[in-house]
């Protein structure tokens, strides 16, 4: 069955980098894109990004850009979300999810990765 | 990007129907026939139920039922069950391999 499965929680202080994985199985995994979006306590959803297995291009939401790097390891099935200069207001849940045409149809979700920014 | 324009909270009885609103811009709702709904339970991930503005995946309930006028989306859920409360997020795909959510519509069931 298809699976995105998340690395675990992870606390930063402020200026502090970050780095998530999800790492997929279950299905081909250059066929689909995954998408990044993230989730503030008690708000909706924030696109951050996607990249593309294959090629490994990416698109960032202008809001990220300068401090998101997204990467894959094809050799593992696995993509990586960085994002630097972290502050408080980066606390959120990360989730990745894959898309078979980059349109926003998100089929399968990693089960997110609670990220906590504080000092 | 400015995030789509979902209401807070709507309610309805079991058994009634409930319509939330997704109001975008003619750059992304009004674009593209690309805007997907998204059901979240608390502590859990979100749960694709509609694509492609009106398509169901398999298994999601025909009780879904999305659609779209001009900026404006909708879903509809018929036949309300307790199971029906959770959150609800749209989300339109925004040119240049962008997408753009709305900020969540609370669904309680009375």
């Known amino acids: 069955q298809v699976q995105l499965v998340q690395s675990g929680a992870e606390v930063k202080k402020p200026g502090a980098s970050v780095k998530v994985s999800c790492k997929a199985s279950g299905y081909i995994f250059i066929s689909y894109y995954i998408q990044w979006m993230r989730q503030a306590p008690g708000q909706g959803l924030d696109w951050v990004g996607l990249i593309n297995p294959t090629g490994g291009i990416t698109t960032y939401a202008e809001k990220f850009r300068g401090r998101v790097t997204m990467t894959r390891d094809t050799s593992t099935s696995t993509v990586y979300l960085e994002l630097s200069s972290l502050t408080p207001d980066d606390t959120a849940v990360y989730y990745c999810?894959?898309?078979?045409?980059?349109?926003?149809?998100?089929?399968?979700w990693g089960q997110g990765t609670l990220l906590t920014v504080s000092s | 990007q400015s995030a789509l324009t979902q209401p807070r909270s709507v309610s309805g009885s079991p058994g009634q129907s409930v319509t939330i609103s997704c109001t975008g811009t003619?750059?992304?709702?009004?674009?593209?026939?690309?805007v997907s709904w998204y059901q979240q339970h608390p502590g859990k991930a979100p749960k694709l139920i509609i694509s492609g503005v009106t398509e169901r995946p398999s298994g999601v309930p025909d009780r879904f039922s999305g659609s779209k006028s001009g900026n404006t989306a909708s879903l509809t859920i018929s036949g309300l069950q307790a199971d029906d409360e959770a959150d609800y997020h749209c989300c339109s795909y925004a040119g240049r391999y962008s997408l753009v959510f709305g900020g969540g519509t609370k669904l309680t069931v009375l």
């Open positions: 999810a894959r898309d078979a045409a980059a349109a926003g149809a998100l089929d399968h």
């Open positions: 003619s750059r992304d709702v009004g674009a593209y026939d690309y």
